[in-house]
């Protein structure tokens, strides 16, 4: 297999070349794959009916390189930011796929002349959801969970038969009010599942470019346009960014054995943590730890995912140390559709938290909750 490989200063002409001007790579299957970064993997499938077929990567701050392998042939650039680059497959030597790869501008409104800090009650519900009033489309009134592990709008089966005038047109052109702030032109994504008590959820990167802050304390969600003033109490985070979410890097510690990895920023998983099953075997993470209990869970598609609750001695969060955590490990893939471990809410509602997603960081600050006990705990 050959490597072509194009590093791209700068590239933003439109697709209208002459189709002997772009790179070629051939393909005799439909089946593709694009790598992001080091290793995370997106399956992409060839269609030479598509007019232009785009791969949007995940957000990226930096030049990002990114790998686009077929059966037969690869091809590797290096994006920056507000860039994309076309190029042609070229499938069992006949049908062009006219094939694009893009990078989103970096979102920013920290420049904007009037300074806004738009706060919003939410509710914390016993089942660990961040709960916020919300309004579609000027007339429907609903109560959405916050998801920092999700992206978009989505509204349950049962919310959009019973308390919107969707029907069965879900659109693009839905407008969502929270609070003060307005964003139009949305698509609702169907979901048969949301937490307890809520009739769908909302992701981070409707807030991109903002700072979000939590404050488990007085239960507000303030909303900043530029970074306030806080205390050195916080633990600070480095944002990775990864399949349209976001992780952060923590460590948990069986006696005196530390095992650091990524952790997906999911407020809306209920539970305390979720391991992968490949993390978990690449650093030989224990298997005899005392088993707390075996449940069923069901995912946002109403998926049964069976789960074993065990003990994890310490988790090293930031200046944070937690311990004996009752910890979830999976038995099947990760829902989360890569490697990842899984911070759930019910640790990360014992910090009051900002999202600084113009600079892209996580502070951790412990809060009146630190010290609640777990529901699972042995």
Same mark, same amino acid.
């Given at each position: 297999?050959?490597?072509l490989?194009?590093?791209?200063?700068?590239?933003?002409?439109?697709?209208?070349?002459?189709? =002997?001007?772009?790179?070629?790579?051939?393909?005799?299957?439909?089946k593709?794959?694009i790598?992001?970064?080091?290793?995370?993997?997106?399956?992409?499938?060839?269609?030479?009916? /598509?007019?232009?077929?785009? @791969?949007?990567?995940?957000?990226?701050?930096?030049?990002?390189?990114?790998?686009?392998y077929? &059966?037969?042939?690869?091809?590797?650039?290096?994006?920056?930011?507000n860039? @994309?680059? &076309?190029?042609?497959?070229l499938?069992?030597?006949?049908?062009? #796929?006219?094939?694009?790869?893009?990078?989103?501008?970096?979102?920013?409104?920290?420049s904007?002349?009037?300074?806004?800090?738009?706060?919003?009650?939410?509710t914390? %519900?016993?089942?660990? =959801?961040?709960?916020?009033?919300?309004?579609?489309?000027?007339?429907?009134?609903?109560d959405?969970?916050?998801?920092?592990?999700?992206?978009?709008?989505?509204?349950?089966?049962?919310?959009?038969?019973?308390? %919107?005038?969707?029907?069965?047109?879900?659109?693009?052109?839905?407008?969502?009010?929270?609070?003060?702030?307005?964003?139009? =032109?949305?698509?609702?994504?169907?979901?048969?599942?949301?937490?307890?008590g /809520?009739?769908?959820?909302?992701?981070? &990167?409707?807030? &991109?470019?903002?700072i979000?802050?939590?404050?488990?304390?007085?239960?507000?969600?303030?909303?900043?346009?530029?970074?306030?003033?806080?205390?050195?109490?916080?633990s600070?985070?480095?944002?990775e960014? %990864?399949?349209?979410?976001? #992780?952060?890097?923590?460590?948990l510690?069986?006696?005196?054995k530390?095992?650091?990895?990524?952790f997906?920023f999911?407020?809306?998983?209920?539970?305390?943590?979720?391991?992968?099953?490949?993390l978990?075997?690449?650093?030989d993470?224990?298997?005899?730890?005392?088993?707390?209990?075996?449940?069923?869970m069901?995912?946002?598609?109403?998926?049964?995912?069976p789960?074993?609750?065990?003990?994890?001695?310490?988790?090293?969060?930031?200046?944070?140390?937690?311990?004996?955590?009752?910890?979830q490990?999976? %038995?099947?893939? $990760?829902?989360?559709?890569?490697? /990842? @471990?899984?911070?759930?809410?019910?640790v990360?509602?014992?910090? $009051?938290?900002?999202?600084?997603?113009q =600079?892209?960081?996580?502070?951790?600050k412990?809060?009146?909750?630190?010290?609640?006990?777990?529901?699972?705990?042995?």
């Amino acid at each position: 297999m050959k490597i072509l490989i194009l590093l791209l200063l700068f590239f933003n002409t439109s697709f209208s070349f002459a189709q =002997n001007k772009l790179p070629i790579i051939k393909a005799n299957s439909k089946k593709a794959f694009i790598i992001e970064g080091e290793n995370d993997r997106f399956n992409w499938e060839l269609s030479p009916e /598509t007019k232009l077929d785009i @791969h949007t990567i995940t957000k990226s701050v930096k030049p990002k390189w990114i790998k686009f392998y077929t &059966d037969i042939d690869s091809i590797k650039i290096k994006i920056k930011p507000n860039e @994309h680059f &076309d190029f042609i497959v070229l499938l069992n030597n006949k049908d062009s #796929c006219y094939t694009r790869i893009e990078s989103l501008p970096v979102k920013n409104y920290s420049s904007q002349k009037r300074v806004t800090h738009d706060t919003i009650p939410f509710t914390l %519900t016993e089942f660990n =959801n961040v709960k916020i009033k919300a309004v579609l489309n000027k007339v429907d009134t609903l109560d959405l969970k916050f998801d920092s592990g999700t992206t978009g709008l989505l509204l349950t089966n049962d919310a959009i038969r019973n308390k %919107t005038h969707l029907l069965n047109n879900t659109g693009t052109d839905n407008i969502l009010q929270i609070g003060n702030l307005t964003w139009g =032109n949305l698509q609702v994504y169907p979901v048969e599942l949301s937490g307890q008590g /809520t009739d769908g959820r909302f992701g981070w &990167d409707l807030f &991109d470019g903002k700072i979000v802050e939590i404050d488990y304390d007085k239960n507000i969600f303030i909303v900043h346009t530029k970074m306030p003033e806080i205390s050195k109490a916080y633990s600070k985070f480095d944002i990775e960014y %990864t399949h349209t979410l976001f #992780c952060i890097q923590a460590e948990l510690q069986i006696k005196n054995k530390k095992y650091k990895n990524r952790f997906l920023f999911d407020n809306g998983y209920q539970r305390t943590i979720m391991l992968d099953t490949l993390l978990m075997n690449e650093q030989d993470y224990p298997r005899d730890l005392v088993v707390i209990k075996k449940v069923v869970m069901k995912n946002g598609q109403g998926k049964e995912i069976p789960i074993i609750t065990v003990n994890n001695e310490r988790l090293n969060l930031g200046k944070q140390v937690l311990f004996n955590i009752p910890v979830q490990l999976l %038995t099947t893939t $990760n829902p989360a559709g890569f490697k /990842t @471990h899984i911070l759930g809410n019910e640790v990360l509602k014992r910090f $009051n938290t900002i999202l600084d997603f113009q =600079n892209n960081f996580v502070y951790l600050k412990p809060n009146s909750l630190i010290d609640l006990p777990y529901k699972d705990a042995k």
